[in-house]
T-cell receptor, first 115, second 111 residues
Framework: DTGVSQDPRHKITKRGQNVTFRCDPISEHNRLYWYRQTLGQGPEFLTY????????KSRLLSDRFSAERPKGSFSTLEIQRTEQGDSAMYLCASMETSGSAGELFFGEGSRLTVL | EDKVVQSPLSLVVHEGDTVTLNCSYE??????LLWYKQEKKAPTFLFMLTSSGIEKKSGRLSSILDKKELFSILNITATQTGDSAVYLC???????????FGTGTRLTIIP
């Protein structure tokens, strides 16, 4: 499978626990995006990377959220001290820098449920 | 924050009907407007529109952008049950290709 892959696909956790999601983009894609989608809403931008550099973070991203892309390949999104409001689908997407948004590929998402 | 508003929020029609989904926005300076189909999983790309008044067409689906009136429509003719999904509209920023999505329209096709 050469698409964008995300792991885990589902995560159920108790409030206060830390969780980490992983995204493996399409191999030649140097841009990587994280979005969050709650029920009945469109995806919301969280952050994006150009290779290993994190170039923009949404104001919606609290200090409990951190994302990394240490070698410019896979990325992780960690949420510390989870709250019930963090329950959502976390979507990763990737594209080539020279591409346009029409060439943005989304992964299947990681669904987080915080009890 | 760029605002993208989709209407209706949900729509239920019978198979074979034609539907028109609306997307309106507030910004005037953007690179493109995109339409996606989402069936429980990842959004899948349908159309990218950059120029006003030029219709994009793919089979039974078509879309057009009106930059003067700040809206786009997505038409689906002869609907099928497989068209049931959430249809998302998004604006693409210049530079970082960040997308700002609308809330989506949930389309349900009844056999």
């Amino acid at each position: 499978d050469t698409g964008v892959s995300q792991d885990p696909r589902h995560k159920i956790t108790k409030r206060g626990q830390n969780v980490t999601f992983r995204c493996d983009p399409i191999s030649e894609h140097n841009r990587l995006y994280w979005y969050r989608q709650t029920l009945g809403q469109g995806p919301e931008f969280l952050t994006y990377f150009q290779n290993e550099a994190q170039l923009e973070k949404s104001r919606l991203l609290s200090d409990r959220f951190s994302a990394e892309r240490p070698k410019g390949s896979f990325s992780t999104l960690e949420i510390q001290r989870t709250e019930q409001g963090d329950s959502a689908m976390y979507l990763c997407a990737s594209m080539e820098t020279s591409g346009s948004a029409g060439e943005l590929f989304f992964g299947e998402g990681s669904r987080l449920t915080v009890l | 924050e760029d605002k993208v508003v989709q209407s209706p929020l949900s729509l239920v029609v019978h198979e074979g009907d034609t539907v028109t989904l609306n997307c309106s926005y507030e910004v005037t300076n953007f690179r493109s407007l995109l339409w996606y189909k989402q069936e429980k999983k990842a959004p899948t790309f349908l159309f990218m529109l950059t120029s006003s008044g030029i219709e994009k067409k793919s089979g039974r689906l078509s879309s057009i952008l009106d930059k003067k009136e700040l809206f786009s429509i997505l038409n689906i003719t002869a609907t099928q049950t497989g068209d049931s999904a959430v249809y998302l509209c998004a604006l693409e920023d210049f530079g970082n290709e960040k997308l700002t999505f609308g809330t989506g329209t949930r389309l349900t096709i009844i056999p």
